[in-house]
């Protein structure tokens, strides 16, 4: 692979990485996984997690993606013999991939919607909130005005990767993170200044260990995989960019820092302005689209503050085209059928795909009464790819790192480009060879007896 593309600065590589990382994880996942597990609680085990199971698979991904030139496919392909169980690791990316794919367009299908309302002043202050209150079933549940936007989210994300790596992916994120950041700062800072604002502060970072059960802690290190980006191909992928002066420690750090930092930015913005206002928090995928409109109604400024605010959004889910990247990359090397119909073939897949999320999302849409496992269809499709399909790669790639390829292995190519403190000592070895595989191995498990 002497050919192969490379990462234009390191700056571009921790942005886009941090951008595919963060997505609408943090700004549109996080705030509802919150809701759902009493707040402080679910930050401290997702801040846990993400410090003891994630960022050492995070740096395992990419460091093999940097060993091999390849993506998951033909990576551990290079790896393994033929029929080894690791190289499933590949293919459970790509499945992945499209999944989170195939809702989140959904998603970002809604963000624009409620970014064209909010130019229009939907939002603006005093808006008669007896009017926002059935917008979000309306909107969610209208199949075919909802489907052009989806269709439109998932054409963008496909002309951004078709731009190529660098004038694409790169240059994009490389803007647009610093202003997904200031821009979600200015937001918490004016949340901060609410009356009794100080209450949804408490209530985001004051752990209430009560809450802290089995659950909760499935759901933070689903999170954790979900917003590091664990087991997706994209990680595989970008590393597979790198040299080997790149400093895959400092650069995951930083990376990681950026999305806790994003996460905990967003909470600030969304819940004190929530309590400053005496607003349910809804424990639901629909708590931004349900709650933030009535915030804006009663900020002076509103029309100004909602158009940002989702637009700000936008920004974060489309600088997760990276996921896109990752898919493309990975079947463009092992199919060879060139860059451009390997695109089409996932974007058509993806767009297929998102039609069973987006009949079933909202509460009257065609199959929303349909329940799998007593859950929606949306919300299946949620659970099967980050309590199934990532934490079964992780598990591999965990198992294989550990025992296969080897610690010392692992901390020779790691170290690669590494300096100071940011090093593979012998202290990880225990993280490395038995707390993260029996951490992800435990969770699964749990997680699938719970289900049944």
């Not at 997702?46 to 995070?58: H, K, M, N, S």
């Not at 009560?210 to 992928?237: E, P, Y």
Request: aromatic share 12%.
């Amino acid at each position: 692979m002497s050919e192969r593309v490379t990462w234009g600065s390191r700056l571009g590589f921790i942005m886009t990485t941090a951008g595919f990382a963060v997505g609408l994880g943090a700004i549109w996942r996080f705030p509802y996984m919150m809701s759902k597990n009493g707040g402080g609680a679910f930050l401290l085990l997702y801040l846990l997690t993400t410090l003891c199971v994630g960022f050492p698979l995070f740096i395992a991904e990419i460091m093999l993606g940097r060993v091999t030139r390849h993506g998951g496919i033909l990576g551990m392909r290079q790896l393994t013999p033929p029929r080894s169980p690791f190289r499933l690791m590949g293919w459970l990316g790509i499945a992945s991939g499209i999944g989170i794919l195939s809702y989140y367009s959904v998603i970002l299908a809604l963000l624009l919607v409620y970014f064209v309302k909010s130019l229009g002043g939907a939002f603006a202050y005093g808006t008669d909130l007896a009017a926002l209150s059935p917008l979000f079933d309306v909107t969610s549940s209208s199949v075919g005005a909802l489907g052009l936007y989806v269709l439109m989210a998932i054409v963008l994300m496909g002309g951004i990767i078709r731009a190529g790596l660098k004038s694409g992916l790169e240059r994009a994120c490389k803007y647009l993170m610093p202003v997904l950041l200031l821009f979600l700062g200015i937001l918490a800072v004016r949340s901060l200044s609410l009356p009794e604002a100080e209450k949804g502060v408490a209530w985001l970072l004051k752990p209430d260990f009560s809450r802290i059960d089995i659950q909760v802690a499935l759901d933070a290190l689903g999170h954790t995989f979900f917003a590091v980006g664990i087991g997706v191909s994209t990680a595989f992928v970008f590393g597979s960019y790198l040299n080997e002066q790149s400093n895959i420690i400092a650069d995951a750090l930083i990376i990681i820092a950026i999305n806790a930092a994003v996460a905990v930015l967003a909470g600030l913005a969304i819940f004190p302005a929530m309590y400053a206002f005496g607003l349910t928090k809804a424990a639901g995928t629909g708590l931004v689209f349900e709650t933030m409109p009535a915030v804006f109604a009663h900020l002076p400024g509103g029309w100004f503050l909602s158009a940002g605010f989702f637009f700000l959004l936008i920004i974060s889910g489309f600088a997760s085209a990276g996921l896109v990247e990752g898919v493309v990359g990975t079947l463009d090397e092992a199919w060879k059928l060139g860059r451009n119909k390997t695109l089409f073939l996932v974007l058509a897949t993806v767009l297929l795909l998102s039609l069973p999320p987006l009949l079933s999302y909202g509460a009257h849409a065609p199959w929303a009464s349909i329940r799998l496992w007593d859950r929606s269809i949306f919300v299946f499709a949620e659970y099967v790819v980050t309590a199934l399909l990532m934490p079964v790669g992780a598990l591999l790639m965990s198992v294989f790192v550990a025992w296969k390829f080897g610690f010392s292995r692992f901390a020779e190519e790691t170290n690669k480009g590494a300096a100071g403190c940011c090093r593979v000592t012998r202290n990880w070895k225990p993280f490395i060879v038995a707390v993260v595989p029996c951490a992800v191995g435990t969770i699964l498990l749990l997680g699938i007896l719970i289900s049944l």
